[in-house]
């Protein structure tokens, strides 16, 4: 696990991206294999009531893997827990996780999988996926090229309904990685907050995450944020 990803040319162009990340899906990556962690975060788990109420809510989970993240929140409450991938591959393995993880307590049917590109701007329109009561990115914003970061805000403005949240896992917080090493590339807490506050989020808080509320290999290299987007009133508008 830790910092081993993606090995190989950058990938930016919505078929590079679907290639590089299926061919690892499709060579039959298991539960613990590179970047699959076997289960949701520690730090994700810690903060779940801090998240403006999971109860009833809408979930989005733009790559997310094998869906473990999706069946946290939909153990936590969520109605709906939607996790976008952009690998075949891997939304075959998230669609029989969760078939296992929540179909014993009846709940498989509130979480999905969209074989989906995020950056399409047609994604959360209403008739399509819709907007969101929060959307959590772990290790999305650091597997996409960094050349992206500026549609992956914008993406995310789309994506969260005003008034709701984003919640970021950062990672790699990592001084010393170079910035065009990856995926994943290193990240820090003003590449999220500097494009986030030109579309419209505010920022709820950012904290150090603890190293045993880490997955191994990444203690120490991770900060939780949260974002609240803003519903446009002028109010609102004076704190940005």
Known sequence: MGLRGAEGPPAVTPAEMRAKWDGLWAAGLAPGDRFDARGPSPALLAR???????????????????????????????????????SPSACDAAREYLAGALGDAGLAGRASVEL?????????APENLGQFDLVYD????????????????????????PGGRLATLMFPVDPSRGRDVGPPYAVEKADYEGRLGLEGFRTEFVEEVPNDESHFGRGGMEKFGVFIRGDGSSEEGSEL
């Open 48 to 86: 779940l009531g801090r998240l403006g109420g999971l109860e009833g809510a809408r979930v989005l989970v733009p790559g997310c893997g094998r869906g473990y993240d999706l069946a946290a929140f939909v153990q936590a409450g969520a109605v709906e827990a939607v996790g976008l991938e952009i």
């Open 116 to 124: 989906r590109n995020f950056f399409e701007e047609d994604s959360f």
């Open 138 to 161: 772990y290790t999305f914003f650091c597997a996409i090229n960094p050349s992206l970061r500026d549609d992956w805000a914008s993406g995310m403005a789309r994506a969260v309904r």
